[in-house]
């Protein structure tokens, strides 16, 4: 059993049907999955349990991607949790706006589940964050 095994991932997706599918990609290997459906609800989650890792669309109702990342990175206590934009805003102005706010990753959809679980693995590993959920 490896130390991904214990960690938790934040999963931020409108999309019902993709939020069910990046849960049961993520389950599969062994990660704890807390869901959301826009910012509002994330910070509402993450007030209970801090995740390993925050994985996240940008475009979504109330709350969008890059308002959430500001809110994240706005409390001293989640400045550090990795963050993974999850979109399919794949202009190169759009991921040059997500690399200039700080973001981690940048995982376009339509994405293959291998490239997901690498870039959660890769992020979680470079943050040495592993079963430091709550």
Request: charged share 30%; glycine share 6%; no cysteine.
């Amino acid at each position: 059993m490896n130390n991904e095994q214990f960690s938790s991932v934040l999963v931020v997706e409108d999309r019902e049907s993709l939020l069910i599918a990046i849960q049961s990609i993520l389950e599969a290997e062994g990660y704890t999955v807390l869901i959301a459906t826009d910012g509002v609800k994330a910070l509402q989650v993450m007030e209970e349990v801090r995740p390993d890792l925050i994985l996240s669309d940008i475009l979504m109702p109330k709350m969008d991607g890059y308002e959430l990342y500001e809110a994240v990175r706005a409390r001293p206590e989640w400045a550090s949790i990795p963050f993974i934009f999850l979109t399919a805003k794949a202009e190169r102005e759009d991921v040059s706006k997500g690399k200039d706010l700080g973001v981690e990753d940048y995982i376009i959809k339509p994405f293959e589940p291998e490239d997901l679980l690498l870039a959660v693995r890769a992020r979680l590993d470079r943050s040495g964050s592993h079963g430091s959920g709550s």
